[in-house]
């Protein structure tokens, strides 16, 4: 069973699901977003697109998809791609991975890409040097207004990105922040809250659950993390500029494995995916999906 995290458009899976047909002929592809709908529609197609596959989305919050996935006995393989791991606020990210563990047994196989650290200029080029404002940054007040029946003046708001760095050899990656900064002293309603906020010049409104928003690690924070939450690192990619790493973990403790299990080139398929030019720790291993 293939399960993902935040499959959205299930764009970087096509290349699994492929490889995973190619392998074993029939796959029960189970993805898992928030944007329910969304996700039906793109797993009708995906059925259509191939035959043997079926497709068991399911509309909800990425712990509450691997809940409901707890009776199933098959052997899973677990995506979460696309760095989305990286916009857990930090102090959840490593409760995150121990629940993840916990709901995984030794047979299964964890696919985890993340974001690696690169220089600051270029993220922050990335995040902002394009846009002379940042267009999800309106979109967001536009929403609040909308939705919450909200008096947001956008031009009062300033849209702010950083990037704070933290030592390589530490436990806690590097992140963006990105945040509207209120330009005055202003009050703002939101009616069908019955919320009404005062912002003083300068004051911070966090457009993420936590203060970190894309999370960039170091090699050693990726282990660390992996190590901390009882898994073991069975392959680690990184492209060409080390800008992305997707990693293979397995679950530590050995009780339930199962014999004779087949082995999956999974080498092939995170070399087939949207990363590209894979160069490190290419290599096969033990497991079914
Ligand atoms: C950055 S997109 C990644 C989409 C896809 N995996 C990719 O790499 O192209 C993040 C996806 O996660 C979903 N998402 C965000 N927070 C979520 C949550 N707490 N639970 C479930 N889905 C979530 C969003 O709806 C979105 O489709």
Request: aromatic share 8%; with cysteine; hydrophobic share 35%.
């Amino acid at each position: 069973m293939l399960v993902e995290l935040g499959s959205g458009a299930s764009s970087k899976t096509r290349p699994v699901i492929e490889a995973l047909l190619e392998r074993q002929g029939e796959l029960t592809y189970v993805p898992v977003d928030i944007a329910k709908d969304y996700i039906r529609e793109v797993s009708r197609e995906l059925e259509r697109e191939y035959n043997a596959l079926t497709a068991e989305p399911f509309g909800g919050l990425y712990m509450d998809g691997l809940r409901h996935l707890a009776g199933r006995p098959e052997p899973k393989l677990l995506l979460f791609l696309g760095s989305s791991f990286g916009n857990v606020p930090i102090d959840e990210q490593l409760p995150m991975m121990n629940e993840i563990r916990a709901r995984l047994k030794v047979q299964d196989r964890f696919l985890l890409g993340l974001d690696m650290n690169t220089d600051r200029e270029a993220v922050i080029r990335a995040y902002r040097a394009e846009f002379t404002r940042c267009p999800w940054l309106d979109n967001f007040i536009d929403r609040l207004n909308k939705d919450f029946e909200a008096d947001m003046n956008k031009m009062a708001f300033e849209d702010t990105v950083d990037f704070l760095e933290n030592p390589a050899y530490g436990d806690t990656p590097s992140y963006v922040q990105q945040y509207l900064k209120s330009s005055t002293k202003q009050r703002v309603h939101l009616r069908k809250l019955g919320v009404t906020i005062d912002f003083l010049a300068g004051e911070r409104l966090y457009l993420s659950e936590g203060q970190n928003y894309s999370c960039k690690y170091s090699e050693h924070q990726v282990r660390r993390l992996v190590e901390k939450s009882n898994f073991a690192v069975e392959g680690f990619w990184v492209n060409e500029e080390a800008k992305y790493c997707v990693v293979c973990l397995v679950p530590n403790e050995k009780s339930d494995a199962a014999p004779g299990q087949a082995t999956i080139n999974l080498a092939r398929c995170v070399a087939m995916g949207p990363v590209g030019g894979m160069q490190r720790g290419v290599k096969m291993h033990q497991g079914t999906c």
